[in-house]
């Protein structure tokens, strides 16, 4: 039996790294090979590439709204990052940006955890 094709989705993909400065470009560069090798075996192009640096989370969560009205225009498909920490603070404040992505009509993907889904359905 043969695999279905996933259609190719388009992604930004945002790095994140804890390090101390003078490290962080060398964890980048890490971290970006770890994500592209995960999208060419998953069929994602990678649309833009953007890094946070040493910023802290305040800054992070304005660079994931940013990204937010992007995908929302049609500018990408979704969102895509090595693990859910390099946006969020933790368990709640993840599902909250996953549910973010989703209702902009987007996909959330992470190399650690796979395409990641609300199975919600809203009535009414």
């Given at each position: ?5 996933r259609?190719?989705?388009?992604c930004f993909v ?13 964890k ?7 994500i ?14 953007f ?56 996909q959330?993907?992470t190399v650690?955890?796979?395409f ?8 009414g």
């Open positions: 039996m043969s695999k279905k094709k259609k190719k989705l388009r945002y790095l994140s790294t804890q390090a101390e400065e003078w490290l962080v470009e060398e980048e560069r890490k971290q970006l090979r770890y592209r090798e995960y999208a060419k075996a998953h069929n994602i192009e990678i649309v833009k590439v890094r946070k640096g040493t910023l802290g989370q305040h800054e992070v969560n304005r660079h994931f709204n940013a990204l937010l009205v992007k995908i929302r225009t049609g500018e990408a498909e979704g969102l895509l990052l090595a693990s859910m920490g390099a946006v969020s603070s933790d368990e709640v404040d993840a599902y909250r940006k996953v549910g973010m992505i989703h209702a902009a009509g987007g959330m993907v650690d955890e796979g990641l889904d609300l199975k919600i359905k809203m009535v």
